[in-house]
Each structure stands twice: as structure tokens, then as C-alpha cells.
Nanobody, 124 residues
Framework: QVQLVESGGGLVQAGGSLRLSCTASGRTFSRNVAAWFRQAPGKEREFVAGISQSGRFTTYADSVKGRFTISRDNAKNTVSLQMNSLKPEDTAVYYC?????????????????WGQGTQVTVSS
């Protein structure tokens, strides 16, 4: 079992930055792929960014490429999402997710462990 706790959400003006963190319990975090998803009101949950177990591979949604950076520190059991140049359309609840071997980074159904979510609101 892995438990995930996100932090770092909040209210920011367009063009600003936020850093989200997700801390995992358990000793197997380093063996899990990690990802961030988000869900805006009335919309489906969507992939934002993913990172491999070692951190050598990262992938991003086109909508955030060049603005967001995902990273992980396996010694601290954390995965982070640095969000720069935020836009109002980035407003959503952001979720951290991990799984040992998802068949796809991009499909939320492949992840068995989820955090509770943290709200990010970007004002125009």
C-alpha cells in the first residue's frame, strides 16, 4: 500500500508560479512511476506530467510543456510539479498518482494509488 499526500496548491495570478509536492508513505516509492493529473469543474481528469522510477524519463501534456517541470526525490519519497507561467485554464484540482507498472503514463485508469488532491486557482 502507498499513501500519497499533496501540498502546495493555492491562489495565484496569471503568469505566476506554484510548486506542488506529493509525499508517499512506504518503502517502495522508488519502484513506482509517478504522475500528476488534474480535474477542472465539469471536465474529465486529464494527464499533466509523468516521471519514470529513476527520474530519467519525463513526459508532459502539450498544454503544459515548457511551463511545468516534474521531478522526484526517491530518498525523500517525494514527487514535485513546478508550475510556471500559470494561466487561468490551469485552474483545477491537481492529483498525484503512482503505480508500479502502468501500461500507459497518460491513462488515469492505470494508476492504483492517488492523493486527495490540491486546489490550484489561477486568476486573470
Amino acid at each position: 500500500q502507498v499513501q500519497l499526500v499533496e501540498s502546495g496548491g493555492g491562489l495565484v495570478q496569471a503568469g505566476g508560479s506554484l510548486r506542488l509536492s506529493c509525499t508517499a508513505s512506504g518503502r517502495t516509492f522508488s519502484r513506482n512511476v509517478a504522475a500528476w493529473f488534474r480535474q477542472a469543474p465539469g471536465k474529465e481528469r486529464e494527464f499533466v506530467a509523468g516521471i519514470s522510477q529513476s527520474g530519467r524519463f519525463t513526459t508532459y501534456a502539450d498544454s503544459v510543456k515548457g511551463r511545468f517541470t516534474i521531478s522526484r526525490d526517491n530518498a525523500k519519497n517525494t514527487v514535485s510539479l513546478q508550475m510556471n507561467s500559470l494561466k487561468p485554464e490551469d485552474t483545477a484540482v491537481y492529483y498525484c498518482a503512482v503505480d508500479f507498472s502502468p501500461r500507459s503514463y497518460y491513462d488515469s485508469r492505470e494508476y492504483n494509488y492517488w492523493g486527495q488532491g490540491t486546489q490550484v486557482t489561477v486568476s486573470s
